[in-house]
């Protein structure tokens, strides 16, 4: 599985973004997808979950009711709207893939998902 993120800018604070995440070799429709970024000298952090059929989600705190994670199956794609940035969501977001973790289990196991794909750079001005 090849993943690639897109979608990523510069947004001032308060403005939103739309990243996608297109998948190819296979089929991910049955895998899980999430969304992680990384800030410079932080830690990978997950972001955001969705099941295979798209029914459960897991987002971490920092972002619930801002961002909203969505997959389109027919089209190998999932992805993340960002409302409402704010400067400390400025990282390199990245997509990944796993047939085995869940929602339930992404807080935990989200960082060593199977398939990842190269970021995208998402910079929140002031």
Do not use: H
């Not at 990243?19 to 410079?40: D, E, H, I, K, N």
């Not at 400390?88 to 794909?117: F, H």
């Amino acid at each position: 599985v090849q993943l690639q993120a897109s979608g990523g800018g510069l947004v001032q604070a308060g403005g939103s973004l739309r990243l996608s995440c297109a998948a190819s070799g296979r089929t991910v429709s049955s895998y899980l997808m999430g969304w992680f970024r990384q800030a410079p000298g932080k830690e990978r952090e997950v972001v955001a979950g969705i099941s295979w059929r798209g029914g459960s989600t897991y987002y971490a705190d920092s972002v619930k009711g801002r961002f909203t994670i969505s997959r389109d199956n027919a089209k190998n794609t999932v992805y993340l709207q960002m409302n409402n940035l704010k400067p400390e969501d400025t990282a390199v977001y990245s997509c990944a893939a796993d047939a085995r973790i869940t929602t339930a289990t992404m807080k935990l196991l989200g960082t060593g998902m199977e398939y990842w794909g190269k970021g995208t750079q998402v910079t929140v001005s002031s």
